[in-house]
């Protein structure tokens, strides 16, 4: 079996072929359904898990709550030695946790390693924030008083993520969550189970050699029930959900309704606008790796292709060339570039896509076959640009091309979509690029220039406008949504002048 297969990898993270309990609170357990892990390569079950409910979570909420009272009193640098250990434990771990993510996840061993390298990355940008988390002094208009504006923490950051990137996105909110003071409480994707696990066992073991309350990360597995329950509850003080704009947005709702803080990261319909006047090997090389990646499944996957007219058949037989050599397979085979679709449904998702387009005048210029199994041929089509088709993201490698003749017209292209997540354009011209980035540009969270519309660095806040639900996580100053911003005005003078002047009695 395939968990026989990789014993050492799984037996390294305390992982069993049944009876994993998928609930962390300072101990491990699970009164919840079993839950499967599914290998997408033939779709076999890895192992079993004994998820969580609703009252696990109420549990935990309370624990993380208590060790979070703790955890807010360190100096903000001793928080970074902390984090500081994590990121050991990481490097030690990287490539079998890698191996974890390519085995329940899909994506190729080099994307599956990439990611854990995010959480590094974003662990070693919180240990540098915790010596520069600085707040501010403000003039006041009054003599003898200060005002300062200070950071400190919100309390507890549930975080709900996604299958897709079922490491990162844990690993970007709670390096900031927990910099700034806040416990975590995470609850997965129900079909990534086991990475989770693993993770939290890395992170609790380094917690209890810090003598710290280990429920300060805790985990909950389970299905939309305990989803649902964490985004209702007033102990998460901070609600990070990645996921679609159908869920996102009743998500957020009842985010706002308790007037708690969400942070929505949804669904992108990313586009990548190739000029006339750019490098086009480049951009062959960049779009290959935007639409086929990760087989389609980033919510940074570029699904529009907008070429200028008169270098569009020249990139699109690149393109085909390109599309035609990517091996399709075992994401742990080398050389494999493309691996299965997460799960069975994605399949029907890829044909139904295609349909589509077919029967609003499309055509497929490559690929359009489901290969057998969760495999699905790479895909090229040419659409037009009003096409209903190209304005929902399906989560597949599927890449619509279209024409343009103008830099505006391309840009309205863009930003014609509801989802505002990345976007990028190839070309050589300063004039075009300040436009592009500019307040008539694309209209996206995410605007780049002569690279893919994925991959982005952990330094920037990453997040999108509109559909895809404005919120801002990882680097830049993103850690100031998992903060509760104080505003003192300090009086020294001992006198009382009112602001504004005013003269009370
Ligand atoms: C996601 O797909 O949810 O920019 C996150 C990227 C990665 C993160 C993607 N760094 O493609």
Redesign the pocket.
């Known amino acids: 079996t395939i968990y026989d297969k990789h014993k050492d990898t799984f037996e390294r993270f305390g992982i069993t072929k049944s009876g994993n309990k998928g609930v962390f609170d300072g101990e491990w357990k699970g009164s919840g359904p079993v839950i499967k892990s599914i290998n997408p390569v033939n779709n076999e079950v890895i192992a079993e898990v004994i998820s969580g409910n609703v009252n696990d979570l109420n549990t935990a909420l309370d624990k993380v709550a208590e060790a979070q009272k703790l955890w807010r009193d360190l100096p903000v640098p001793k928080r970074g030695e902390v984090l500081l250990a994590m990121r050991q434990t990481l490097v030690e771990n990287l490539e079998p946790l890698g191996k974890v993510v390519a085995l329940e996840m899909g994506k190729i061993l080099p994307e599956g390693i990439g990611e854990i390298q995010?959480y590094i990355d974003i662990l070693e940008y919180a240990l540098g924030l915790s010596r520069m988390m600085k707040g501010s002094m403000i003039p006041s208009e009054r003599p003898g008083h200060v005002m300062l504006e200070t950071w400190n923490p919100l309390g507890t950051v549930g975080v709900i993520s996604?299958f897709?990137?079922p490491v990162?996105?844990y690993g970007w909110n709670s390096a900031i969550a927990l910099v700034t003071g806040n416990g975590v409480l995470w609850k997965p994707s129900p079909t990534t189970p086991l990475v989770s696990i693993a993770v939290t066992r890395l992170i609790e073991k380094t917690l209890r050699d810090h003598n710290l309350p280990s429920a300060l990360c805790s985990l909950v597995t389970g299905g939309t029930e305990v989803g649902s329950s964490l985004a209702a509850d007033p102990r998460a003080h901070v609600l990070s959900f990645?996921g679609s704009t159908k869920v996102g947005r009743e998500v957020g709702q009842v985010v706002q309704g308790r007037f708690g803080k969400s942070i929505l990261?949804l669904g992108g319909n990313n586009a990548i606008i190739v000029m006339e006047d750019c490098d086009l090997d480049l951009a062959a090389r960049a779009i290959l790796f935007a639409a086929v990646g990760t087989a389609g499944q980033?919510?940074?996957t570029t699904r529009r292709l907008i070429v200028h007219e008169n270098i569009y058949d020249t990139l699109i037989e690149r393109l085909i060339k390109a599309y035609g050599q990517v091996k399709v397979g075992d994401p742990l085979e080398e050389g494999v570039l493309c691996g299965p679709l997460h799960t069975k449904a994605a399949v029907s998702v890829y044909e139904e896509t295609l349909k589509k387009v077919q029967e609003q005048g499309g055509k497929i210029l490559f690929g359009g076959e489901a290969l057998g199994g969760n495999f699905v041929k790479p895909t090229l089509t040419r659409v037009d640009k009003n096409m209903e088709v190209i304005k929902e993201e399906a989560f597949v490698p599927i890449l619509h091309t279209m024409t343009f003749k103008t830099l505006d017209e391309a840009i309205a292209i863009n930003n014609n979509v509801a989802q505002g997540l990345?976007s990028s354009i190839f070309t050589q011209n300063p004039e075009t690029i300040f436009k592009w980035i500019g307040p008539a540009g694309s209209d996206c969270g995410i605007i780049n220039v002569n690279i893919p519309t994925?991959?982005?660095e952990?330094g920037g806040a990453?997040g999108g406008e509109k559909a895809t639900g404005g919120g801002r996580e990882s680097g830049s100053d993103s850690w100031k949504q998992y903060c509760r911003r104080g505003t003192c005005t300090i009086n020294y003078s001992g006198a009382l002048p009112l602001a504004q002047g005013i003269n009370f009695g």
Do not use: H, L, M, Y
């Open positions: 995010e996604a897709n990137f990162a996105v990645t990261e980033r919510c940074t990345s994925n991959g982005a952990i990453f």
